[in-house]
């Protein structure tokens, strides 16, 4: 009877040492993760390596990745979800994961000396952080954007209104007396746009009062030049040669 107790007594720590758990917190996103496994030597072969993955989108229901010695691997979970060897370690590798892979992974490797089990309690954080800070910058750019329209808008209102009265005020110093045909032509083709056609025609009306007023002369000036002619000769040249002697007397 000593001699079972003494065998139990032995084994016990060898099963503690050689079957252990570790329980693994991880709060990914949308970069690859790599967790070690296990890792097969000369001394220590790995017999079985199964991964059972119990995601929120499954509501419950589990799949698994497998590894069997002389049998291979089998992905089961689909290929975000993968067991890979690397310098004769077992890694789980993850990639691409959203918020509905958050969940527990279990996963235990086989040695022909004991079992190492890992427990995953990952969850997945998806970059809504930065979609919440670029919302606002795009908020603050575009209300930057209508200020800059609205100042634009005024500014330019207040340019012409202040053009247009300048505008009015030299046309109203204009059209004094003595000013130029010129100015109120220019005024008149400032204010008033839509008579654009009417003011184009004034320039010509002028010019033909103009041309009126210079007929109305000339005419006047070779009739007094006629005139003369006719009395020079009425007199005729004995009218000259009689006050030519009479001087002579």
């Not at 589990?62 to 089961?76: A, D, I, N, V």
């Not at 505008?167 to 008149?188: L, M, N, Y």
Request: with cysteine.
């Amino acid at each position: 009877m000593d001699g079972w107790t003494l065998s139990f007594v032995l084994l016990l720590p060898l099963t503690v040492c050689y079957g252990s758990e570790v329980t693994l917190v991880k709060t990914l996103g949308s970069e690859p993760d790599v967790t070690p496994l296990c890792t097969d030597d000369s001394m220590t072969i790995i017999t079985l390596i199964m991964c059972r993955i119990s995601r929120e989108r499954s509501r419950g229901e589990q799949c698994q990745l497998l590894y069997e010695y002389k049998q291979g691997f089998e992905h089961g979970c689909g290929s975000r979800f993968k067991l890979i060897t690397e310098n004769k370690t077992v890694f789980l590798h993850l990639s691409s994961l959203t918020a509905e892979d958050s969940g527990n992974y279990t996963c235990q490797c086989s040695h022909l000396d004991g079992t190492y089990i890992v427990h995953l309690n990952i969850t997945v954080e998806e970059e809504e952080n930065s979609n919440h800070l670029t919302q606002p910058m795009n908020l603050q750019i575009l209300l930057y954007v209508l200020l800059g329209v609205i100042f634009v808008t005024i500014t330019s209102g207040v340019l012409l209104r202040f053009l247009y009265y300048s505008i009015v005020r030299q046309c109203s110093k204009s059209a004094t007396p003595g000013a130029s045909a010129h100015d109120s032509f220019s005024c008149e083709h400032h204010v008033d746009p839509e008579n654009l056609y009417t003011s184009l025609q004034e320039p010509t009306a002028d010019l033909y009062q103009s041309v009126s007023s210079v007929k109305q002369h000339v005419p006047w000036t070779n009739s007094a030049f006629n005139n003369q002619e006719v009395d020079r000769a009425e007199t005729g040249p004995d009218d000259d040669l009689y006050e030519n002697i009479g001087e002579a007397d």
